[in-house]
């Protein structure tokens, strides 16, 4: 179940990325770091009782997509 639910956070980001002109090997690599980014925010925001790293990601990625 767990890993269904990677594989399809996954593919979402990556058609994401691809919509936005990513080439496919190159959107399906920035998918997957995106979901290894959002996932260890949650994993550190629970220790933390934080949301600043779910904010943090969430500012890396927006200016990430405003500089491209």
């Known amino acids: 179940a767990a890993a269904q639910g990677f594989i399809t956070f996954q593919g979402r980001a ?3 990325y691809e919509r936005a002109g990513v080439p496919g ?4 690599a920035m998918a997957s770091v995106a979901v290894s ?9 629970r220790a933390l009782r934080s949301l600043q790293p779910l904010d943090d990601v ?7 997509a405003a500089t491209r």
């Not at 969430?58 to 990430?64: E, I, S």
């Open 25 to 28: 090997t190159q959107a399906a």
């Open 37 to 45: 980014a959002i996932e260890g925010a949650i994993i550190q925001a």
């Open 14 to 16: 990556r058609h994401a």
């Open 58 to 64: 969430a500012d890396h990625f927006a200016t990430a």
